[in-house]
């Protein structure tokens, strides 16, 4: 049996990574404060008996610099506890475009995978576009009385589910020492995945798309932030997954 720690394993892509494993029959050791981790202390940071770590673990911010003080202390809490650990593979989790639009929280993951390439362990960095749940998180966070603004984006979004199926699988495996891109399989306007959301859930009230400022949001409205054809695809679609959550 192998064992592996989840950083941010209630979260929305953590959750469904420990469950992956446990199905698989292996061991989930969660790190997240309800388990009595903190990272950004490293308090109750105990990586001794594990095997693989999956670094799962987000912020909610647009700030770049509280994103890129988060990920710097907490990726190397993970890597430098688990190299004193033994532990053989290290897999982050980014987001793609980090490297190619490294702003607001994009900056935090391009400061992450910079750690990661240079840090002590070995490693495979898997950078996913946005997930389904993306839809709901952009009608909370543009919430504007009864008005929702959504920044003009071109995204590809992709299944928490599957990705977590991918990221269990890379840390079963072999450190590719390399960074790979994994997708869903249609590319959508957040603002339709957002009005969709809405009428599935019976949210009322106008959803309006609006240009975001700067250079990240010429990145989110051009398609910098889009896979490359080299990208893993896999096979749920927003559609799909709508239609799974309100069976």
């Known amino acids: 049996m192998t064992v592996i720690a989840v950083a941010g394993g209630t979260g929305t892509i953590g959750a469904p990574i420990v469950a992956r494993i446990r199905e698989l029959?292996?061991?989930a050791r969660v790190l997240s404060r309800r388990a009595g981790v903190d990272l950004a202390t490293g308090t109750g940071l105990d990586l001794r008996g594990v095997d693989a770590v999956i670094d799962a673990i987000g912020v909610d911010t647009i700030s770049a610099k509280r994103a890129?003080?988060?990920?710097?202390?907490?990726?190397?809490?993970?890597?430098?506890a688990g190299a004193d650990a033994g532990v053989r593979h290290h897999v982050a989790l980014s987001i793609v475009g980090a490297d190619a639009a490294p702003h607001g929280y994009y900056a935090g993951k391009a400061a992450q995978e910079r750690i990661v390439r240079s840090g002590p362990m070995p490693w495979t960095i898997a950078r996913a576009t946005q997930f389904h749940e993306?839809?709901?998180?952009?009608?909370?966070?543009?919430?504007?009385?009864?008005?929702?603004?959504?920044?003009?984006?071109?995204?590809?979004?992709v299944s928490s589910r599957d990705l977590a199926t991918v990221l269990?699988?890379?840390?079963?495996?072999?450190?590719?020492?390399?960074?790979?891109?994994?997708?869903?399989?249609?590319?959508?306007?957040v603002v339709e995945m957002a009005r969709a959301y809405a009428t599935a859930t019976r949210r009322r009230g106008p959803i309006l798309e609006i240009p975001f400022p700067g250079a990240f949001g010429r990145a989110l409205a051009d398609g910098t932030l889009l896979p490359g054809a080299e990208a893993r695809i896999l096979p749920e679609s927003f559609?799909?997954?709508l239609a799974r959550i309100r069976s």
Do not use: C, K, N, Y
């Open 25 to 27: 029959g292996h061991e």
């Open 168 to 189: 269990v699988d890379l840390a079963l495996g072999e450190p590719l020492r390399d960074a790979i891109e994994i997708a869903g399989p249609r590319e959508e306007r």
């Open 239 to 241: 559609a799909d997954w």
């Open 134 to 157: 993306f839809a709901a998180q952009m009608l909370r966070r543009g919430a504007v009385g009864p008005v929702a603004l959504i920044p003009r984006t071109r995204a590809q979004p």
């Open 68 to 80: 890129v003080d988060f990920f710097s202390t907490t990726s190397g809490a993970l890597l430098r």
